[in-house]
């Protein structure tokens, strides 16, 4: 499928679908607004969650458009929340595999996850500005910034 979702809506997914689109669309923006060894990993995340799409679609469809059991497994929805993160989080909530306080707990996590990921940057800059000896040896010829 050249837009991710489509193999969702076509199956009457349409949940499925806008979640796809909307996590394409950011991991594609993202592709567009970063620089170096982060534009290569969200292209790979990208391309995962992409292919991941089209196989889930062509999968479903083959089997008239019913669930299926192994997507909603403990391993694969563990496996997909530690893959693709947040973006997984629908099917966590979907899963009759998981209880209540699972569902929150896993929650909790992955987006505890992700907000260290996006305070990192900022933590490390407010560190460096906390230790001048640091500082130093950051400005010397040969350091990386």
């Not at 083959?62 to 997507?71: A, E, I, N, S």
């Not at 530690?82 to 707990?105: D, N, T, Y």
Request: proline share 8%.
């Amino acid at each position: 499928m050249v837009v991710p979702g489509a193999g969702q809506w076509y199956n009457r997914q349409g949940t499925k679908a806008l979640v796809l689109l909307g996590s394409c669309t950011a991991l594609l923006a993202l592709v567009a607004w970063l620089s170096g060894l982060s534009r290569v990993t969200a292209a790979l995340a990208l391309a995962v969650v992409w292919i991941s799409a089209a196989a889930d679609a062509y999968v479903t469809a083959k089997m008239g458009g019913r669930p299926l059991d192994w997507y909603y497994r403990k391993p694969y929805v563990v496996a997909m929340l530690l893959l693709i993160g947040p973006v997984a989080l629908p099917l966590l909530w979907r899963s009759p595999h998981f209880s209540s306080p699972a569902r929150w707990a896993w929650t909790a996590l992955v987006l505890g996850i992700v907000l260290l990921f996006i305070a990192m940057p900022y933590l490390l800059h407010a560190l460096l500005q906390q230790m001048p000896e640091l500082q130093a040896l950051m400005r010397q010829p040969g350091v990386a910034p």
